[in-house]
Structures are given as C-alpha cells and as structure tokens.
C-alpha cells in the first residue's frame, strides 16, 4: 500500500472515530493503541521499514480499533444487526477486534524474528515463539483492561464489553490464538516473498 493511501486512510478513519464517539473516554482507551503504532510506524519508517502486508494488516488493526473507539465494542451497529438475524446473546465485534489481535501481531512478530535472525530458520519453532508472543500480548491486554477497571470503576465498562459474559477474558485469547493460527497458515509464505523482496 502507497504511504500516501496508507496515511490518508488512517487520518480519514481517525477524524471519523473522533467525531461525536459513543463515550470519550472509552473512545481514548480504545483508539490510543492505535496511536503509538503510528508513532512507531512514523518513528521507523526509513530505518526498518515493514513488508507492505505487514503495513496494511497493521492499517485494518488500527480502523477495527477505531470503530469500536467510536461506537464502543459492545455496540457496533452491523453487529447488533448480525446479532439480532443470528439470535445471539451479546454484539459480538469485540471477537473481530481479538482475532485481529493475534492475526496482525503474529505476522508483525514473524517478520521481527525473521529479519533479525532471532529465531533459526525452523517453521515449527518459529511458529511456537510467534503464537507465544501473541498470547502474551493477548494475556497481557487484558492485563490492562483489568486495571483500567481497577483504576476507573464503573467507566470502564464499555472498554472492557464483557456484555456479562463470564468467560469473556478467556475467549478473547482463544479468539487471538486462532487470529495468529490462521495469519501463519493463510500468509506464511506470501510474508516470506516479501521479505526477501525486502532484503533485496
């Protein structure tokens, strides 16, 4: 994705999820991840620039982040719609959101790996340390909603949009572990091209 389409499509995703949000500060806590990514992207850039899969997964992470910024995970409204057709219990785009968190961080933690020869050229351990790595971030977020609601009481509600379900942390890893699965099995080997086509 051209750099100039890449940041067009971030601003224009960023000033729509800012306008008139669901609740301001849920708005903050779910959109500010997405904020140092792009400080991180603009920060490394010409240092160690990323394949173009990796830019455009990150992109997606970041527009799903800022649309349930906006409406709040728990009520998105093609979801509440795909809820009520499907005769489901809760809106279920927060599950979206923790798919992608292991799909996009499984692939940005290959390439890491990879390009700094971390990890011995060895598929099956390589794919252990990167689906590792993803349940860590995916344990470790939810870490941070569990004192985010520590620290704020009743306002945090909305971001942690646990809709009452009990199991609501744990299926939220297990949605990331398949969101990593299927980003190693779907475009392990078209990351591969890009890399080398990036070391060239």
Same mark, same amino acid.
């Given at each position: 994705?051209?750099?100039?389409?890449?940041?067009?499509?971030?601003? =224009?995703?960023?000033?729509?999820?800012?306008?008139?949000?669901?609740?301001?500060?849920?708005?903050?806590?779910?959109?500010?991840?997405?904020?140092?990514?792009?400080? *991180?992207?603009?920060?490394?850039?010409?240092?160690?620039?990323?394949?173009?899969?990796?830019?455009?997964?990150?992109?997606?992470?970041?527009?799903?982040?800022?649309?349930?910024?906006?409406?709040?995970?728990?009520?998105?409204?093609?979801?509440?719609?795909?809820?009520?057709?499907?005769?489901?219990?809760?809106?279920?785009?927060?599950?979206? =959101?923790?798919?992608?968190?292991?799909?996009?961080?499984?692939? *940005?933690?290959?390439?890491?790996?990879?390009?700094?020869?971390?990890?011995?050229?060895?598929?099956?351990?390589?794919?252990?340390?990167?689906?590792?790595?993803?349940?860590?971030?995916?344990?470790?977020?939810?870490?941070?909603?569990?004192?985010?609601?520590?620290?704020?009481?009743?306002?945090?509600?909305?971001?942690?949009?646990?809709?009452?379900?009990?199991?609501?942390?744990?299926?939220?890893?297990?949605?990331?572990?398949?969101?990593?699965?299927?980003?190693?099995?779907?475009?392990?080997?078209?990351?591969?091209?890009?890399?080398?086509?990036?070391?060239?």
């Amino acid at each position: 994705m051209k750099k100039y389409l890449w940041l067009g499509t971030f601003l =224009g995703a960023l000033i729509w999820s800012a306008i008139h949000p669901k609740d301001q500060f849920t708005w903050f806590l779910e959109v500010f991840p997405a904020l140092i990514g792009f400080v *991180l992207i603009v920060l490394t850039y010409k240092k160690f620039p990323l394949t173009p899969l990796l830019y455009t997964l990150i992109l997606i992470h970041m527009i799903i982040l800022m649309v349930g910024g906006h409406y709040t995970y728990a009520e998105v409204p093609l979801f509440d719609w795909i809820k009520e057709v499907l005769h489901q219990d809760r809106n279920n785009f927060d599950k979206v =959101g923790h798919f992608m968190q292991g799909f996009e961080p499984a692939i *940005l933690a290959r390439e890491i790996l990879i390009r700094l020869k971390v990890v011995k050229p060895s598929r099956i351990w390589l794919d252990y340390i990167v689906l590792s790595i993803v349940l860590a971030f995916s344990a470790f977020y939810e870490l941070i909603e569990w004192w985010v609601a520590l620290a704020s009481g009743d306002d945090a509600e909305a971001f942690l949009g646990t809709q009452g379900y009990v199991w609501d942390t744990q299926s939220d890893m297990m949605f990331a572990l398949v969101g990593g699965i299927t980003a190693l099995l779907l475009l392990g080997r078209w990351h591969d091209r890009q890399i080398k086509a990036l070391s060239h």
